[in-house]
């Protein structure tokens, strides 16, 4: 539509509309904010937009998300994206059958692939595929799993335990340094600058890995904790009190049986899901970080004798924690069913998860959660009114792929319609999840009119 200031066009489906310019070689701090990678990012110099304009919409919604520590709301959100993409992504990459990055780890610090070789060496090929994909993200990859068998790839015990068990670490493991690396990753030299791993686990297995620790720890551990079949996780001193303990842990002999092995500040994080992924791959660098009884240079490939150590402790400079506010925390749990009045959305602690997350419970029919189907009007029971065509009526898709990777999927007790909404509560900022007869089913007509507002600061 006719910008009523002049200069471009207005998007009239858009919500809101910033008009302004952006000057060349003006750069001013921003920062530190707590990001998805569950760290507070630090300050740095950017790009700034001076604004002169703002529209919107009549009733306009402001969509925003939560973003922390895994799990939280972008992190589904990035889950279904993902889903939603793959049959696109196979039209683009038909040779890679199969694709999954984690969000545990802010999603560009770990992923996974599955090819199907027609020669040897081919996987590899396959990995450079991914590490040079222009034009979208997947190139800020950190680390790469390669495997041919497909699998449950949102279960990554499982396929890091497929590629240990036939990858040849003097071959199979490349790490590329000197490459840039997504800006809110702390863990390289400098901003922007860091390196990439890929480890290549095809064809028939090389070796039978160990599933149970036994006899006494290396020296200077303090516990130890199987990951998987084939991976250890062993809690040695703080890198501040030994940096190079990375390095004596792999020629350990209490270890030598264990081809890949992650020194971290907490044991106990093997036995979780998301935890294990987010302490471990957002805190190492390959280059930097990756260590081996030996390593010896073989036609200008580095060739490492396992086993592999990857040093994902702390480390000075690394950005702080994100952490929950107290007082936020709550007084959102003393409101909780203010801002879920028909008692459909549940709060519980994950066992498996980092503390403090609270697992959000959505009802659902049977039949949407068994086919991973949105919630459309179409499944709710013939005796309920047919809902109100809201504010943002678009369903919210419940995809059941939580259950397949084995996260716990409550059984559906009641129908509910999934809807954006101007009166959510700011202090939670999520979507509302509401079932009909909510005081929230508010009708709200959309229209593409906008007007100007007086650009204010509260």
């Known amino acids: ?57 009549k009733d306009a919604v402001l969509s925003s998300t939560v973003v922390g520590k895994p799990p939280q709301e972008d992190m589904f959100l990035g889950t279904y994206i993902q889903e939603l993409m793959a049959p696109l992504s196979k039209r683009v990459m038909p040779a890679i059958k199969a694709m999954w990055s984690y969000g545990e780890t802010g999603y560009h610090s770990l992923s996974t692939i599955v090819v199907e070789e027609r020669y040897p060496r081919e996987a590899m090929k396959f990995a450079f595929r991914i590490l040079g994909e222009d034009g979208g ?17 949102g279960d990554f015990r499982q396929v890091l335990a497929y590629a240990l068990a036939r990858a040849q670490l003097q071959t199979d493991l490349f790490i590329i340094a000197n490459l840039a690396m997504d800006t809110l990753d702390y863990t390289g030299p400098e901003i922007n600058k860091g390196s990439k791993g890929s480890l290549i686990g095809v064809g028939e297995p090389v070796r039978d890995l160990p599933h149970e620790f036994r006899g006494d720890l290396p020296y200077g551990a303090n516990a130890a904790a199987v990951y998987c079949t084939g991976a250890l996780a062993v809690q040695g001193p703080t890198y501040d009190d030994d940096p190079d303990y990375a390095q004596h842990l792999a020629g350990h002999r209490a270890v030598t049986d264990w081809p890949l092995i992650f020194l971290v500040d907490d044991a106990d994080v093997a036995h ?28 200008h490939h580095p060739c490492y004798t396992p086993p592999v150590v990857l040093d994902c402790r ?9 952490i929950i506010d107290e007082s936020t ?26 503390q403090g997350f609270f697992l959000i419970r959505l009802a659902a029919t049977s039949r949407a959660v068994a086919g991973g189907a949105a919630l459309h009007r179409d499944h709710l029971p013939r005796n309920r009114p047919a809902l109100k065509n809201t504010r943002r009526s678009h369903p919210l898709p419940l995809a059941n792929t939580w259950g397949k990777r084995g996260y716990e999927f409550p059984k559906p007790h009641q129908p509910v319609h999934a809807t954006m909404s101007k009166h959510s509560s700011p ?11 909510s005081p929230l089913t508010r009708s709200v007509r959309r229209t593409p009119k906008t ?8």
């Open 314 to 322: 702390m480390k000075p400079g690394y950005p702080d924690e994100l």
């Open 272 to 299: 979780k899901i998301i935890s294990f992924l987010w302490s471990t791959f957002t805190r190492f660098e390959p280059a930097a970080d990756t260590y081996a009884t030996d390593t010896e240079l073989r036609r």
């Open 427 to 437: 202090e939670i900022a999520v979507c509302s999840h509401r079932s009909e007869g």
């Open 451 to 458: 007007r100007t507002l007086a650009w204010t600061t509260r």
């Open 329 to 354: 925390a709550k007084k959102v749990t003393n409101r909780w069913s203010e801002y879920f009045p028909a008692g459909n959305v549940e709060r519980r602690r994950r066992p498996d998860g980092l």
């Open 137 to 153: 993200q997947l190139n800020l990859t950190k680390f790469l799993v390669v495997i041919d068998r497909p699998m449950d790839l």
């Open 1 to 57: 539509m006719t910008n009523p200031h002049g200069g471009l066009s207005l998007i009239a489906e858009a919500e809101f509309a910033i008009q302004g310019i952006v000057p060349p070689h003006v750069r001013q701090p921003e920062g530190p904010f707590g990001d998805h990678y569950g760290y507070y990012s630090l300050q740095h110099d950017y790009p700034i937009l001076q604004a002169s304009h703002l529209y919107h919409r």
